[in-house]
Every structure is written in C-alpha cells, then in structure tokens.
C-alpha cells in the first residue's frame, strides 16, 4: 500500500526557520516525484513545487521560488520542505503527493498535511 | 499565472448530475490534455478522481467523468451521491515556467 507520512503540526515564530518532511513507503521512492502543495486557512490548493528523488530533480512554482526550498533522502525514502525565514503569510496547511512528474499533472497520492502556524 | 475559474458552489439532489466547469487558457487547459480533478472532504487531504482528462484512477467511481472543450474542462457527477458532499478542485499543467496551476475550487451541496 502506498501510504505518504508527514512530520507532525509545527508553531513557529516569525523569522524562524522549519523543515517538515514527507516519508514514502510501498513503492519504489526514486520512481516518481514529490510535490508540495499549499492550502491556506480556508482556501484552495496551491502547488508549491516537485523533486524527483532519484537524481533530485526539482521545478518550483514562480510564486514560490526563493521562498522555500524543497529536498530529498533517496536512502530513507523521505522528501522535505523548508523555510529559512517564517512570516505569519506562512501559516497553511502543506501536503506532499507523490506526482507522475512533469507534464502530467497528476497528483496520484497525498500525505495526511503538516499544520504549520507561525505566531509571535 | 492566475488560478483556473470554477464556480463557487454547485448542489444537487441525490441521484441527479451535476457538472463543474474549470476555465483556463490556451497556455493551460486548452492547450495541453493534462487535467486533473480532485475530491476534499473537510479536514482531509485531497485526493485524485480524474487524470488525463477524462482517465479515473482505480477505485473511483464511474458516476465521476471528465472532459474538456477548448480552455474549458467539466467534472460530471452522475447519480449524485450524500458522500460526494465536499470541495472539488481541478488542475492543469501550464507550460514550463509554471508547470502546474490549480482551480479556484468548487463546493459541492447534497441536498
């Protein structure tokens, strides 16, 4: 069974920095990409950006790029998200898909959502 | 790149068909045939019903259809069901600069 286990809820102050992960299991990690996708409080969806695990591949959203950066374990099957520098715009729910990888736009599996707030 | 056009809410009785439109553009839904439809329900997470257009993943069912005319791709929801209550978004690659753009999302009511 494919299953995606994200990190648990984080609450962080502005200026922080946070790394949430993403762990594969029931397939073969390297075999298809990672993506992350936002979905603030009350909102739609946004993808974020995807990697591919295999040689760490990465495509990030124009309304994301130099705002997070995203990274991959290929030897604990584990995909991560992280911030340098939180802001309170920050705060959303983020998912991680396991993704069939450009151009297809399928975003076949997902994590159960890593909350994160951030809160001075 | 602005989020594709769905409208806010559609509902339905139960057994009855609702449809929900995703409008893009050329550089988006119109111009590739790779679309794709997900299911939320409040606190979940997403999860896919259409690809490709009009392809159903394993395990959903055929009451879930896709398709798409021009710049504008339809979710067709054949004999409305009480647990197909939640939101509905769409997505489309868009090219390679933005890769990927989501809906706006759609609430579905059962009435």
């Known amino acids: 069974e494919v299953q995606l286990v994200q990190s648990g809820a984080e609450v962080k102050q502005p200026g922080e920095s946070l790394r949430i992960s993403c762990r594969g299991s029931g397939y073969t990690f390297t075999a298809y990409w990672i993506a992350w996708v936002r979905q603030m409080p009350g909102k739609g969806l946004e993808w974020m950006a995807i990697?591919?695990?295999?040689?760490?591949?990465?495509r990030y959203s124009p309304s994301f790029q130099g705002q997070v950066t995203i990274s991959a374990d290929e030897s604990i099957s584990t995909a991560y998200l992280q911030w340098t520098s939180l802001k309170a715009s920050d705060t959303a729910m983020y998912y991680c898909?396991?993704?069939?990888?450009?151009?297809?736009?399928?975003?076949?599996?997902w994590g159960q959502g890593t909350l994160v707030t951030v809160s001075s | 790149q602005s989020a594709l056009t769905q409208p806010r809410s559609v509902s339905g009785s139960p057994g009855q068909s609702v449809t929900i439109s995703c409008t893009g553009t050329r550089s988006d839904v119109g111009g590739y045939n790779y679309v794709s439809w997900y299911q939320q329900h409040p606190g979940k997470a997403p999860k896919l019903i259409i690809y490709?257009?009009?392809k159903r993943p394993l395990g959903v069912p055929d009451r879930f259809s896709g398709s798409k005319s021009g710049n504008t791709a339809s979710l067709t929801i054949s004999g409305l069901q009480a647990e197909d209550d939640g939101d509905y978004y769409c997505c489309s690659h868009a090219g390679s600069y933005t890769f990927y753009v989501f809906g706006t999302g759609t609430k579905v009511t059962v009435l």
């Open positions: 490709d257009v009009t």
């Open positions: 898909a396991r993704h069939y990888g450009p151009p297809d736009s399928i975003f076949e599996f």
């Open positions: 990697i591919y695990p295999y040689d760490s591949d990465t």
